[in-house]
């Protein structure tokens, strides 16, 4: 970790424009190289009771705790106090630009243009102790260099963006590194300007795409705004990135085949790489009559190897077709932001629950019912209200210490 109060000659990158002089002017910047230096923020300010409190002054309302955050044996635990903020807000993107689109604008929602506060965003972040680091939005070489800047007391949310888009060491960017790709993160404006709601704002500039997330929720910007940076970037260079899973099914016959289930979140397309989970006696429960009671089994005594390649973004690169025609394709990002409201109890998903209970690189857990320095258990979902459980508890889930994951 790289720490400078408002000398940037330290640092790897030469900023230019209103990047040079918003770091410059923040009373300190740390850019972090490594995942665990990110996680190591995360719980930098730690109280007593083992919680590190994600709190921010808002005019009028005084200090908002948006989420607390703690350290588990197996990675992140973090949690929002709102229950709105738990999941995405499906109407959370707005466009601030005037270049065409069929999406909502910022001046049609909200009846003004979006550069004044844009201004302000940059202004409030001057103020405010920064974490920044590097990134590859897409993969080396089939994608655009990017950044992310954010207040440093949001580190599980950097954490969760560096997971998942990757991060770049200090001493491994290479010198011709010119950010085209840049996520500011500003989480008290939903407050003082959306009325608490989830706002990501997309600003596609000539040479640059901005991207102002305006809450602490990753799923619209760490995940979804990428996706935009990557469909925006695809449309100016002809290709595209698909919102898919990928597995590559090998039978007990050693056929192989390859199913990209392209879809809607929500649609099932993660559930593909998983195994089918069978009953205590090794069938497959196919239905219940609602009616009588009685089962529908399969007894099905081999199933298939199923090699994961992709759980939501796959990167159609030119470069990676090959001769016959066919679509190529790999994955665009390092890590999976998986739900895991399916798991309610212990056993569901062996394979999955030892994954994360014993992972070989900590996890970022949300939404899970864990407390400071226990493990966190996949199927302890932490609860909107007494008896109802969250419906959206995830874990992210770096792709290296996924078992048989196909690289390409």
């Not at 009771?49 to 197996?74: F, I, M, Q, T």
């Not at 995405?88 to 001046?107: A, N």
């Not at 990928?246 to 039978?251: E, F, N, R, S």
């Not at 062996?350 to 400071?372: R, W, Y």
Request: glycine fraction near 8%; hydrophobic fraction near 40%; charged fraction near 20%.
């Amino acid at each position: 970790m790289i720490t400078t109060n408002h000398d940037l000659s330290v640092l790897p990158i030469k900023f230019t424009g209103i990047t040079k002089e918003l770091l410059e002017a923040a009373p300190s910047v740390s850019m972090a190289g490594t995942v665990a230096e990110i996680a190591e923020l995360a719980v930098r300010d730690v109280g007593p009771d083992g919680w590190h409190s994600v709190a921010y002054e808002v005019p009028g309302k005084g200090s908002v705790l948006e989420a607390r955050a703690c350290r588990v044996k197996n990675g992140i635990a973090a949690n929002y106090i709102e229950p709105y903020m738990r999941r995405r807000d499906p109407d959370c993107m707005v466009i601030g630009d005037t270049k065409p689109t069929d999406k909502p604008t910022f001046k049609a929602r909200y009846g003004e243009e979006f550069d004044p506060l844009r201004q302000e965003t940059i202004e409030w972040l001057k103020g405010q102790n920064l974490a920044i680091f590097a990134f590859t939005a897409g993969m080396p070489g089939k994608g655009t260099h990017a950044l992310a800047i954010c207040p440093d007391n949001a580190g599980f949310f950097a954490m969760g963006l560096a997971m998942l888009q990757g991060i770049i060491p200090p001493e491994e960017i290479p010198d011709d590194f010119n950010p085209k790709a840049i996520i500011y993160v500003a989480p008290p404006f939903r407050h003082t300007h959306f009325n608490g709601q989830q706002v990501v704002v997309h600003n596609r500039l000539p040479g640059m795409h901005e991207l102002f997330s305006y809450n602490l929720y990753p799923g619209p910007s760490a995940k979804k705004g990428i996706y935009g940076v990557l469909l925006t970037l695809g449309e100016t260079e002809e290709w595209v990135t698909m919102h898919c899973s990928t597995v590559q099914v090998i039978t007990p016959y050693e056929n192989k085949i390859v199913i990209s289930h392209e879809g809607a979140s929500g649609g099932g397309k993660s559930e593909m790489l998983e195994q089918a989970h069978r009953m205590d006696d090794g069938t497959l429960l196919l239905g219940v009559n609602v009616v009588t009671g009685d089962r529908r089994r399969l007894t099905l005594p081999s199933s298939c190897e199923l090699h994961p390649v992709t759980d939501d973004m796959a990167l159609c690169h030119p470069s990676l077709n090959k001769k016959g025609g066919k679509l190529s394709l790999m994955d665009a990002e390092d890590a999976w932001f998986v739900r895991v409201n399916h798991i309610n109890r212990y056993g569901t998903d062996p394979h999955l629950e030892e994954m994360t209970i014993n992972p070989s690189d900590p996890l970022l857990f949300l939404n899970i019912d864990a407390q400071p320095h226990s493990t966190a258990l996949i199927w302890e979902h932490i609860e909107d209200e007494p008896g109802q459980p969250c419906p959206n508890p995830r874990v992210i889930i770096p792709r290296a210490i996924v078992d048989n994951v196909v690289t390409g």
